[in-house]
T-cell receptor
Framework: GNSVTQMEGPVTLSEEAFLTINCTYTATGYPSLFWYVQYPGEGLQLLLKATKADDKGSNKGFEATYRKETTSFHLEKGSVQVSDSAVYFCALSRGNTGNQFYFGTGTSLTVIP | DAGVIQSPRHEVTEMGQEVTLRCKPISGHNSLFWYRQTMMRGLELLIYFNNNVPIDDSGMPEDRFSAKMPNASFSTLKIQPSEPRDSAVYFC???????????FGSGTQLSVL
């Protein structure tokens, strides 16, 4: 089946620290991979995506590389800010199942000044 | 565009009462999703529609839950009768069919006392 596993939270970092949130997936075929972010009191919004192996998605200083050999899509940022405090969701989509998205359980990040 | 609009933002009700959650997707989108978010289970897909037709409702917890999409611009999720364990944030999301970006509403915070 299709599923996403991401690291348990919560994660607390000091401002300007390096961030890694691990994500691994299980899927048949060639899924597209995503990171969504949820700020307090809001719905999820797309942060970045990668549609094929070795693609790197990036946005707002965040990056993630689609690694088929390790079935991973880890989220990284070199220097986090207080405004990055949010819940981060890893997700995959299988194109041949229409719009079926599979989300991880989310990782809460708090950045302290 | 106003984005995906959900109402109400907050709903507090007593056990046994009927609850109706509403969603207006982004104009032109032809796929609509209902998700439920809890601390214990994360983000769960309840049901999704393509072109107003329910495609997969396997995530609907039980017969107390029902969802309709009478036209392309409106959907409802109904819980009757409601129970305390239904307390959660319910999100509606929309996209183009086969699209790789979900647009989420701000959610409905449901509390069943």
């Amino acid at each position: 089946g299709n599923s996403v596993t991401q690291m348990e939270g919560p994660v607390t970092l000091s401002e300007e620290a390096f961030l890694t949130i691990n994500c691994t997936y299980t899927a048949t075929g060639y899924p597209s991979l995503f990171w969504y972010v949820q700020y307090p009191g809001e719905g999820l919004q797309l942060l970045l995506k990668a549609t094929k192996a070795d693609d790197k998605g990036s946005n707002k200083g965040f990056e993630a590389t689609y690694r088929k050999e390790t079935t991973s899509f880890h989220l990284e940022k070199g220097s986090v800010q207080v405004s990055d405090s949010a819940v981060y969701f890893c997700a995959l989509s299988r194109g041949n199942t229409g719009n079926q998205f599979y989300f991880g359980t989310g990782t809460s990040l708090t950045v302290i000044p | 565009d106003a984005g995906v609009i959900q109402s109400p933002r907050h709903e507090v009700t007593e056990m046994g009462q009927e609850v109706t959650l509403r969603c207006k997707p982004i104009s032109g989108h032809n796929s609509l999703f209902w998700y439920r978010q809890t601390m214990m289970r994360g983000l769960e897909l309840l049901i999704y529609f393509n072109n107003n037709v329910p495609i997969d409702d396997s995530g609907m917890p039980e017969d107390r839950f029902s969802a309709k999409m009478p036209n392309a611009s409106f959907s409802t999720l109904k819980i009757q009768p409601s129970e305390p364990r239904d307390s959660a944030v319910y999100f509606c999301a929309s996209s183009f069919f086969g699209g790789e970006k979900l647009f989420f509403g701000s959610g409905t915070q449901l509390s069943v006392l």
